[in-house]
C-alpha cells in the first residue's frame, strides 16, 4: 500500500507533470524572502540594459551622424566639378595645379617686372604688411626660387609702408577739415563705433584735399617720405612697362590651401607702392610738371591691372578717388600738351593689358572655394595648411585656426554644400552677357557697392539665424551652400564693377587724348567722336556722350564727366 501510494505520488509529483510545466518551476534551495535578488530578475535587468545601452548608442549614432558627423567631399561633376588632377593620397581634386596651368607661364619669363621689384626691395617687401607669426623665410626663399632670383642678395633700396595720408587728411593741416571729423567723434563716448559718420567726414576731407594742388611744402611728411622711396619708386615705375609682371602662386605642399598660394603677402606691399605713385603724380601736377605725372599715373594703372588678371584689387576707396581727380587734372591739362606728349600716352592706355574675363575669375574663385570645402573634410590637417600663413595681412594662419576649428564641432555635408554652390555658380553665368555688363556700367559706383555690402550683411544674418535652428547636418549644409550661392555672385559683380571703372577710365582719358590731338592738328574740335582715330573701347558696352559746343566740347563716359571750354 505505501508503494502504491508512493507510485501514485510519484505519478503526480510536478516533475512528472508534463501538462502542468508552464505553470511551476523548481525553486532555489535558498531562496530570498523578497526583493529583486532573484536569478531571473537578475537576467530580465540585464538584458533590459544592454537593450537600453544599444538603443542609447544606436540614438547616438544617429544623432552624431544627422547633427554632428561630417561628411567630407566625395568626387563626382557635381560636387567638385572636376575629377582630375587628383592629389598624391587620390582622395582630393589639386585645384591649385589646375588654376596655375590657367594662370600661370608654363616656364619663369625673362622679362619679369617682378623680379626687377624684389631684387630692389627683398624680403622687406613683405615683412612690414604681414603679421609677425607668418613664415617670411620660407616665402621669400620660394618666391626668389620660382622667378630665378639668388636670394642670397642685398636690397638696393628701402622699402618704407606709407602713412601720408595721415598727412593728407588734415591731422598736420587741421584747416583743411579735420575738425569735421572731431565734431563727429564730440560727446560720443568712448569705444563708440561711428564707421559711416567717420567715413563720410574722411571722404569729404580727402576731396578737399584733392581739388587744391599739392606740394611739399603743404605736406611735409610727404617730404620725407619721398626722400626715402623715390629711387625705389622709379624702379617700380620702370617695372610695370615690362613684357610680364609675373608674381609666382607657392605652395609648401599640395595640402595646403590653394587661396594662400593665390594671396602671397606681396600684394599688400603693391597697394602701398601704387599709392606712391599717385601721391607722386599728385605732387609733379602741382609743379606743372605734367608729362612725369603722366609716368607715374600710368604706371600705378598698369601695376593695378597686372594684379587684376589674378583677381587682385589694388585701388581702394581713397586710391580710386585720387585715381578719379588726377583723371580730370589731367584731362583738363591735356590741351597744354605737345602732339608727342598726346601720342605717347594715347599708346600708353592702349597697351594696358584687358580686363580679365568674368567667367575666369568665377571659376577661379568657385575652384577655390572648393578646394576648401575638400580640406574641410580632414579639420587637423586644414588648420595645419594655414600655420604660418596668411590670406592677407591682416588674417593669420593662427587666427584662421581658431575658425577652422570650429569644424571639429559642428559637421556639414561638403557634398551639399558644393551642390548647392555649383548649381547658383552655373545659373550666374548664364546671366553673363553684354546686356548685364551695360546694367551694372550704368548702376552709379556708390550704390553698388552699397548694394553688395547690404546683400552680404543680410545673407550673414540669414546664414547665422538659421545654422541656430538647424540641427541637422543637412541642414546646416544645405543653407551655408544657398548663402555662398548666394554672396559669390554678387561679390563677382562688385569686382567686375571695379574693373568697368578702370576701363572707363582709360577710355575716357584715351578720348580726351585724341580729341586734343586732333585740336592741333585740324585747328577744331571734331563734331563727333566718329572723326577720331579710335580703336572701339575693350568693353563694348562702354559708350562715350559728345558734344561740341560754342566754347569747348562736353563729354562723359560712365560716371566721368568733362566739359572743356577754350579761352578767349
Not at 596668411?390 to 585656426?401: A, D
Request: proline share 5%; with cysteine.
Amino acid at each position: 500500500m505505501q508503494d502504491n501510494n508512493s507510485s501514485d505520488q510519484d505519478k503526480n509529483s510536478p516533475q512528472n507533470d508534463n501538462n502542468n510545466n508552464n505553470y511551476y518551476q523548481v525553486l532555489p534551495a535558498n531562496p530570498p524572502k523578497s526583493g529583486c535578488g532573484g536569478y531571473g530578475c537578475l537576467t530580465g535587468c540585464g538584458v533590459g540594459c544592454i537593450v537600453l545601452i544599444i538603443i542609447l548608442a544606436i540614438t547616438g549614432f544617429l544623432i552624431y551622424a544627422y547633427c554632428i558627423k561630417g561628411v567630407p567631399l566625395q568626387i563626382s561633376p557635381e560636387t567638385t566639378v572636376i575629377t582630375t588632377p587628383l592629389k598624391s593620397d587620390g582622395k582630393s581634386v589639386d585645384y591649385l595645379s589646375v588654376i596655375k596651368e590657367k594662370t600661370e607661364p608654363a616656364n619663369p619669363p625673362k622679362n619679369n617686372g617682378f623680379k626687377d621689384v624684389l631684387a630692389a626691395y627683398g624680403k622687406e617687401l613683405f615683412v612690414k604688411n604681414t603679421q609677425e607669426d607668418i613664415d617670411h623665410g620660407w616665402i621669400f626663399a620660394e618666391l626668389c626660387k620660382k622667378i630665378e632670383l639668388d636670394p642670397n642678395f642685398t636690397p638696393s633700396h628701402i622699402y618704407e609702408k606709407p602713412d601720408f595720408y595721415a598727412d593728407l587728411l588734415g591731422k598736420i593741416n587741421e584747416k583743411d577739415g579735420v575738425d569735421e571729423i572731431k565734431e563727429v567723434y564730440k560727446d560720443k563716448g568712448e569705444g563708440t563705433q561711428l564707421f559711416d559718420e567717420y567715413e563720410n567726414a574722411e571722404s569729404n576731407i580727402f576731396k578737399n584735399v584733392l581739388s587744391k594742388n599739392w606740394s611739399i611744402k603743404k605736406y611735409p611728411k610727404l617730404e620725407e617720405w619721398l626722400n626715402k622711396v623715390n629711387s625705389g619708386l622709379d624702379i617700380v615705375q620702370k617695372a610695370t612697362t615690362e613684357e610680364h609682371y609675373f608674381i609666382p602662386m607657392i605652395q609648401r605642399n599640395e595640402n595646403e590651401l590653394a587661396i594662400l598660394a593665390l594671396s602671397p603677402p606681396v600684394i599688400a606691399a603693391h597697394q602701398n607702392l601704387t599709392h606712391g605713385l599717385q601721391v607722386r603724380s599728385m605732387l609733379l601736377i602741382g609743379e606743372g610738371n605734367f608729362s612725369k605725372a603722366w609716368d607715374n599715373m600710368i604706371a600705378s594703372f598698369r601695376l593695378q591691372r597686372r594684379l587684376e588678371n589674378k583677381g587682385i584689387k589694388l585701388f581702394d576707396n581713397k586710391a580710386k578717388q585720387v585715381a578719379s581727380q588726377i583723371t580730370i587734372t589731367l584731362a583738363e591739362s591735356s590741351s597744354n600738351w605737345t602732339p608727342e606728349q598726346l601720342n605717347k600716352a594715347i599708346a600708353d592706355l592702349e597697351s594696358i593689358p584687358p580686363s580679365p574675363k568674368r567667367e575666369e575669375l568665377l571659376l577661379v574663385a568657385q575652384y577655390t572655394l572648393l578646394d576648401i570645402f575638400s580640406m574641410a573634410g580632414n579639420p587637423q590637417q586644414l588648420v595645419e595648411s594655414v600655420s604660418g600663413r596668411s590670406i592677407n595681412s591682416h588674417q593669420t594662419g593662427e587666427q584662421l585656426e581658431g575658425l577652422v576649428n570650429l569644424l571639429k564641432i559642428v559637421g556639414f555635408n561638403w557634398n551639399i554644400v558644393a551642390k548647392k554652390l555649383n548649381e547658383s555658380i552655373a545659373t550666374h553665368q548664364k546671366t553673363i552677357n553684354d546686356s548685364d555688363t551695360e546694367k551694372i556700367l550704368n548702376t552709379k559706383d556708390k550704390e553698388t557697392q552699397l548694394e553688395m555690402e547690404k546683400f552680404i550683411n543680410e545673407s550673414v544674418i540669414k546664414l547665422q539665424h538659421k545654422l541656430h535652428t538647424m540641427i541637422t547636418v543637412a541642414g546646416r549644409s544645405e543653407i551655408v551652400g544657398f548663402v555662398l550661392g548666394e554672396i559669390i555672385p554678387a561679390l563677382e559683380k562688385h569686382i567686375f564693377k571695379q574693373s568697368l571703372n578702370d576701363e572707363v577710365r582709360y577710355r575716357f582719358l584715351q578720348t580726351i587724348f585724341t580729341i586734343e590731338l586732333y585740336k592741333l592738328e585740324n585747328q577744331k574740335y571734331p563734331e563727333s567722336t566718329e572723326q577720331l582715330k579710335l580703336n572701339p573701347p575693350k568693353i563694348s558696352a562702354i559708350k562715350t556722350n559728345y558734344k561740341l559746343t560754342d566754347k569747348g566740347y562736353k563729354i562723359s563716359i560712365g560716371e566721368l564727366e568733362f566739359t572743356k571750354q577754350q579761352s578767349n
